[in-house]
């Protein structure tokens, strides 16, 4: 059965942009059908959001506290270091930019559903592996774990753009984003009230932890599980009805190659990057270097789980107001948000710089900056950080799931991929460059990916234009 979307006049239209008139079309039954008085696309991107609340979230308070959890590990069976956190968010990295480079395949042989699952598994594997930190389980578990979140996003894309109208993307952008980063909280509220007062992290304290994040990603398997949408539906393509033909796991990967050899994703390969390299910057390394800056105090520990919760809250306040301006940038452009964001990240990093030590990444200091280190400053460049984060996401999936309607799994699958070498790239040298450094690595990258996503903005809107 072809995937489905729905067109602005109500058509159906196959995954490659063809009318289907068979009259046979689930997502067309789902523009009328409701469960408990919400309409089905709406609540898909709702079980959406939930899914990664739980799934992602999961994992995502596991990397924030992974390196200093990892480097308090010292037993006979295992001696954690410094770094070790990001070398495995590089193997994470690294697994998750093949998985999204193959993954249209695998889309293509089980459908989305059945690969945003298995994704999900793979990531729950994951976070099991902090209950007994092994040098191989925690390798391996960091390439199973780069395969599930590959997976998980590049799907993602498609379930958005699928229950979403031209109308709607920005608002059902807005919604998920919401939703899943409101994990944020949550996870690291609860990391940092278990860590509170306490300068250490031993077996017992890691327990507590980590049970409960396994118990979280698991229901996040379950609420995948529930999307409105066929376990298995393969891929079609097309351009007349009669011209019908299977998508092999063969063309899929063929299509990706294709489109992400196209003169658009190069000039947006920068932004794809930078995403990459943001996140492993919120996600890792930042709330790594407070956990090491000594100055800090015994409420050292706790504030790396406070940081993931004022990001979460950064990222939920930006999601709700992209989502209210929706109908605004979708007549106005989608520039003035970037150009918001850009200025947010650029302010945060100089804060970062002046608050924090040089070598706070790399290992623990007694160091101080330009000023000495401030809890306040620190967690409002938290919430900055995830206000910045969220815009760029939310403009860009935006962006693709309009401009790539009839190619969404692999527009995502490009996007992923330079997102993931992005991730990678920063994750290694975040080993040995001291903070000036990476930051500003961050903000030449930033400009570079404002550039370009505002040529391609810019000639969207020229062409839509002409056409009015």
Not at 134 to 151: D, E, I
Not at 175 to 200: C, E, H, P, R
Not at 331 to 339: K, Q, W, Y
Request: glycine share 10%; net charge negative; with cysteine.
């Amino acid at each position: 059965m072809p995937l489905n979307i729905e067109s602005e006049d109500g058509r159906q239209i196959l995954a490659n942009g063809c009318d289907q008139t068979d009259g046979h079309s689930e997502i067309d039954s789902q523009a009328e059908e409701k469960v408990l008085g919400i309409n089905v696309k709406l609540l898909n991107i709702i079980l959406l959001g939930l899914g990664f609340m739980f799934s992602i979230g999961a994992y995502q308070t596991t990397a924030i506290a992974q390196t200093v959890v990892i480097n308090s590990v010292h037993d006979e069976q295992f001696d954690g270091t410094p770094t070790m956190g990001y070398v495995c968010m590089g193997i994470n990295c690294a697994t998750q930019a093949v998985a999204t480079l193959l993954g249209p395949s695998l889309v293509a042989l089980i459908g989305p559903k059945s690969t945003i699952v298995t994704g999900a598994v793979c990531i729950s594997l994951y976070v099991a592996c902090f209950l007994r930190p092994l040098a191989v389980t925690l390798y391996v578990g960091s390439a199973v774990l780069g395969t599930g979140v590959g997976l998980v996003w590049l799907v993602q894309g498609y379930f958005v753009m699928a229950n979403s109208t031209h109308l709607t993307m920005g608002r059902n952008t807005g919604i998920f984003w919401a939703l899943y980063q409101s994990s944020l909280i949550s996870g690291n509220l609860f990391y940092y009230a278990v860590m509170y007062g306490k300068d250490t992290i031993n077996d017992g304290t890691r327990m507590i932890v980590f049970w409960p994040l396994l118990g979280v990603a698991i229901v996040g398997v379950v609420v995948f599980s529930l999307l409105r949408h066929p376990w298995t539906k393969p891929i079609y393509t097309g351009d007349e009805p009669d011209d019908l033909e299977f998508r092999t796991p063969l063309k899929a990967l063929g299509d990706t190659l294709r489109l992400g050899l196209t003169r658009r994703m190069w000039i947006l390969w920068p932004l794809f990057m930078y995403i990459g390299m943001e996140l492993t910057f919120w996600v890792s390394v930042y709330g790594t270097s407070l956990g090491y800056t000594l100055r800090f105090g015994t409420v050292r520990q706790a504030l790396v789980g406070l940081s993931g919760v004022f990001v979460g809250i950064g990222e939920i306040v930006a999601g709700i107001v992209m989502g209210l301006l929706g109908k605004w940038t979708h007549r106005n452009g989608r520039d003035p948000a970037v150009v918001c964001a850009l200025i947010i990240h650029i302010a945060c990093f100089y804060l970062v710089l002046i608050n924090l030590p040089a070598e706070s990444p790399l290992s623990e200091t007694q160091d101080t900056s330009l000023i000495n280190p401030n809890q306040y400053v620190a967690m409002f460049c938290s919430f900055l950080l995830g206000c910045g984060d969220a815009v760029w996401n939310n403009q860009l999936i935006s962006f693709l799931g309009v401009s790539y309607r009839s190619q969404t799994v692999t527009a995502f699958a490009v996007y992923q991929f330079w997102m993931s070498i992005g991730n990678t790239v920063s994750s290694f040298y975040s080993t040995a460059l001291a903070l000036p450094f990476q930051l500003l690595l961050l903000v030449l990258t930033a400009t570079a990916a404002a550039w370009g996503f505002f040529t391609e903005e810019w000639k969207s809107h020229s062409t839509k234009n002409s056409i009015q």
